[in-house]
């Protein structure tokens, strides 16, 4: 009888073991859309690190600045150098929790509405943000996705006054991962 709790109770602990998890990509996307009467502005990185705990809901991001491609050369030029100053600033980071995890059956296949809430680190500035998302799961695999906007000024980066009619005051980020990497 005793062998008997000791088989079961080393099961139990064993599925919890498993059950408790990292999953990962280090090639997520985030991009960000800024849209003016003069000029669409877009740009894409996807060379994003992104970490989901999908016991706890902690969840991480993080992106190289240098990594965004725009559609013209000037563009990233400028991105780099006077608004978001990558060589000062060179890593956007996200660190915060999904709040409803455990709504989430990352064993049945599925679209999961999530909302995510942390701190969203720019440009050198820190601000709590919470943003709607979703995971979703089919075969087993686990993808997120997420759309909010930000406002420059928050962040410190300022527009000069020769393009402020060129670069929208708020910026939207995109953000998607398939997370295919287990830890």
């Known amino acids: 009888m005793k062998r008997f709790f000791f088989i079961v109770t080393?099961?139990?602990l064993s599925s919890v073991a498993a059950n408790a998890q990292r999953v990962y990509t280090?090639?997520?996307?985030?991009?960000?859309?800024?849209?003016?009467?003069?000029?669409?502005?877009?740009?894409d990185n996807n060379q994003v690190l992104c970490v989901l705990n999908t016991q706890t809901g902690e969840l991480q991001f993080s992106?190289?600045?240098k990594g965004f491609h725009f559609p013209k050369a000037l563009m990233e030029e400028h991105f780099n150098e006077n608004?978001?100053?990558?060589?000062?600033?060179?890593?956007?980071?996200?660190?915060?929790?999904?709040?409803?995890?455990?709504?989430?059956?990352?064993?049945?296949?599925?679209t999961y509405p999530v909302s995510v809430k942390g701190d969203l680190v720019i440009h050198g500035v820190t601000k709590s943000i919470t943003?709607?998302?979703?995971?979703?799961?089919?075969?087993?695999?686990?993808?997120?996705?997420s759309k909010f906007i930000i406002k420059l000024a928050d962040y410190n980066i300022s527009i000069p006054g020769a393009v402020k009619s060129?670069?929208?005051?708020?910026?939207?980020?995109?953000?998607?991962?398939?997370?295919d990497q287990k830890m």
């Open 26 to 43: 280090k090639n997520g996307l985030i991009s960000f859309f800024s849209s003016t009467k003069m000029e669409d502005i877009k740009a």
């Open 131 to 145: 943003a709607p998302g979703s995971i979703v799961i089919k075969d087993g695999k686990v993808a997120t996705s």
């Open 83 to 110: 608004y978001i100053e990558s060589n000062k600033f060179p890593k956007s980071t996200f660190k915060g929790t999904v709040a409803d995890i455990s709504k989430v059956n990352f064993t049945q296949d599925g």
């Open 10 to 12: 080393l099961l139990i």
């Open 63 to 65: 992106v190289l600045n």
């Open 166 to 179: 060129n670069i929208s005051e708020s910026i939207e980020i995109t953000v998607k991962c398939n997370l």
